[in-house]
């Protein structure tokens, strides 16, 4: 789960990051009051979307030569301006594609003197085992385009979970970062807060872009980009209230009510599996006969025909979608209770694509049996080669 930069400020803030002031506003009525409640002459007017890149983001309704989605203004007068600029428009920036997000929310920030802008983040490091943090001299930039064209300049530090972040830890940090002087002895209080703040509140991204050193020698956290792992909302209540579901797609919400496993993408054919590897499988054979998956869906094991019915009704609510393919190896899953769901779904909304389904497993005669017998123009499948063919082939007519 994402929070925006403002929640993800205020968390940090908790811990004891240094962060600017800011008040978040959802109107352009709102403004003016924000921008007095900080001390000024500078502001930094932040469009609120869940994707980076909103600096050099351009809105859809403003123009080519229009200012990005983060801007900075001189007077209270100038972040009103601003705000009414960019609320209710749609900001588009590498990490929304072309369709961009609609800004709802604004985070009016105290200025800041800039001297360096530094990059940090921490994640799991699945290669050790441990959480890590990456680091580098280089932000404010992608961090994609400095890992491929300066690789050496990203430091990634290892910290052991029964010792959490030791002096040594951050001198290695801090050397990285090529930090002196007040800046050092900011960085080590600072590393300590960001693992501790990580670890307890179970994120799975921590992002600091950019960590900046002012021009008086002091560390600051400019901007702050956290994910959490959805596994462990349980037991966060304070994290769950976070949520903006106006910035998640209305599919994976309806798939998460029904505890699916779904993530929409950019393809053209939809794909209902049970099983994660199976799921993989099957969007990359997909691929491999030039066909791109609309999504990735897996409705598990222990999956109902009221589940499967759910699932089956996301995916056909996709208007991308031409086609779809249902690969399903029953071990506790069983063959007909897909089948039923299926069935039961196809007469609610109807099928207007091309169906392939696979059914392999437990009750597989009688899952075909349901499926052979209910009069809709469904194409069966072998194995999965098959039905890979099959559906790309009935797709592209």
Do not use: W
Not at 26 to 46: I, N, R, T, W
Not at 345 to 352: I, P, R, S, T
Not at 356 to 383: P, Q
């Amino acid at each position: 789960m994402n929070i925006h930069e403002y929640q993800a400020k205020a968390l940090l803030k908790t811990y004891g990051a240094p962060v600017a002031d800011g008040v978040a506003i959802f109107s352009a009525d709102e403004a003016a009051a924000a921008a007095k409640q900080l001390p000024g002459p500078l502001y930094v007017v932040k469009s609120q979307i869940h994707a980076g890149g909103r600096g050099k983001g351009k809105f859809k309704e403003l123009g080519p030569d229009a200012k990005g989605g983060v801007r900075l203004a001189k007077s209270v007068d100038d972040v009103v301006a601003n705000a009414k600029d960019m609320l209710g428009n749609t900001l588009v920036t590498k990490q929304t594609g072309p369709a961009g997000k609609q800004v709802n929310r604004l985070y009016i920030e105290d200025g800041a003197d800039i001297d360096r802008e530094l990059y940090l983040s921490i994640l799991v490091d699945r290669s050790v085992g441990q959480v890590a943090f990456v680091v580098s001299t280089e932000g404010g930039m992608d961090i994609e385009t400095v890992a491929h064209d300066t690789p050496e300049k990203i430091i990634t530090v290892a910290i052991d979970p029964s010792t959490g972040v030791t002096d040594a830890n951050s001198a290695a940090l801090s050397d990285a970062l090529k930090l002196e002087g007040a800046a050092r002895e900011d960085a080590a209080k600072l590393f300590p807060i960001l693992y501790k703040a990580f670890v307890e509140k179970d994120m799975a991204l921590l992002e600091v872009n950019p960590l900046i050193v002012m021009t008086n020698g002091r560390l600051r956290v400019l901007d702050a980009k956290v994910s959490f792992d959805g596994n462990a909302l349980f037991r966060h209540e304070d994290v769950r209230a976070l949520r903006d579901t106006s910035e998640e797609d209305e599919k994976e919400i309806q798939a998460h009510e029904y505890d699916l496993a779904y993530v929409a993408l950019d393809g053209n054919i939809g794909c209902m599996v049970n099983g994660a590897g199976l799921a993989m499988a099957t969007m990359d054979i997909i691929k491999l006969y030039g066909a791109e998956p609309a999504n990735f869906l897996d409705v598990g094991g222990g999956a109902t025909k009221e589940k499967v019915t759910a699932a089956f009704k996301i995916i056909t609510a996709d208007p991308a979608v031409q086609g779809i393919l249902v690969n399903i190896f029953g071990g506790i899953m069983k063959c007909d209770v897909i089948a039923e769901g299926v069935l039961a779904a196809v007469k609610e909304v109807g099928l207007k694509v091309p169906l392939v389904v696979r059914l392999e497993g437990t009750n597989v005669e009688l899952g075909k049996k349901i499926i052979n017998e209910s009069g809709l123009n469904v194409i069966s499948a072998d194995d999965l080669d098959d039905a890979a063919q099959k559906i790309v082939k009935a797709v592209k007519g």
